[in-house]
């Protein structure tokens, strides 16, 4: 039986922005009492998880990448930044089921807190539709789907993945054996797949799939996470 009495991150549902202790803002789901990045610090999160351990470890120069929860686009914009210095082209795939509203988005202190003056792609990157490939500039191409993760399968070819669900223990059907194979089928040999979460159970399932893991430093707040690479 699903533990969880609420729907995660069901855009009808209350929420709320607060700060983390780098001083950005995350948000945070009253029902789910759970917040989408560590409330140590959401922006030094992503840059080290998902840009530092993921993004940075992979050496392709066109990258196909997916980002298992698309939430606040944070990791999506910071990915953008990296792509542009980087001379990286970047195909970007998020998926979520659960789109956040703009309004709620908006109040978000991330373009503030960036050197790049990145508010009106920022903006872009919220407001473009759902389901349709979009170019945010000739190193960033992206297109955001509405599935449930649950059911979706990725295409074939995928070099990178950010994995960024809710925890294991607040949506533990996200951490499934199911939804780890049919990513690791759709990696290429080489591909990585990133996330915040050093969970025993979600290791011993990725190593029985096949992935390589790797228990890596966590960032500032938690000692450990995952990289696993399909070898
Ligand atoms: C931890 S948050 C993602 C944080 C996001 N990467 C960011 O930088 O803001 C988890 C995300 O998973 C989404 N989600 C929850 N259940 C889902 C499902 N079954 N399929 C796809 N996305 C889902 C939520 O809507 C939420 O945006």
Redesign the pocket.
């Known amino acids: 039986m699903n533990p969880i009495k609420t729907n995660?991150?069901n855009s009808s549902e209350k929420k709320e922005i607060k700060k983390t202790k780098d001083g950005s803002n995350t948000i945070f789901v009253p029902g789910l009492k759970e917040h989408?990045?560590s409330m140590h610090g959401a922006l030094q999160e992503?840059r080290h998880v998902f840009i530092k351990e993921g993004f940075h470890k992979c050496t392709k120069d066109v990258i196909y990448l997916l980002?298992?929860?698309?939430?606040?686009?944070?990791?999506a914009i910071l990915t953008y930044i990296e792509a542009e210095k980087n001379k990286k082209k970047i195909f970007y795939l998020g998926?979520?089921?659960?789109p956040?509203d703009w309004k709620l988005v908006s109040k978000l202190n991330y373009p503030d807190l960036l050197p790049e003056d990145i508010r009106e792609t920022f903006k872009e990157l919220h407001q473009s539709k759902w389901g349709v490939t979009n170019m945010l500039s000739p190193w960033f191409t992206f297109q955001k789907i509405k599935?449930?993760?649950?059911t979706?399968n990725p295409t074939p070819g995928l070099d990178l993945v950010?994995f960024?669900?809710?925890g294991p223990d607040k949506?533990p059907e996200?951490w499934s054996h199911d939804i780890f194979f049919r990513i690791f089928e759709a990696l290429n040999r080489g591909g990585i797949l990133t996330t915040y979460s050093a969970k025993g159970s979600v290791k011993r399932m990725l190593k029985d799939i096949g992935y390589k893991v790797n228990l890596i430093k966590g960032p500032p707040g938690k000692r450990q996470m995952i990289r696993a690479v399909k070898k």
């Open positions: 995660p991150g989408y990045h992503s980002e298992a929860g698309f939430g606040t686009g944070l990791n998926i979520d089921q659960y956040l599935a449930n993760l649950g979706y950010y960024d669900a809710f949506q996200m």
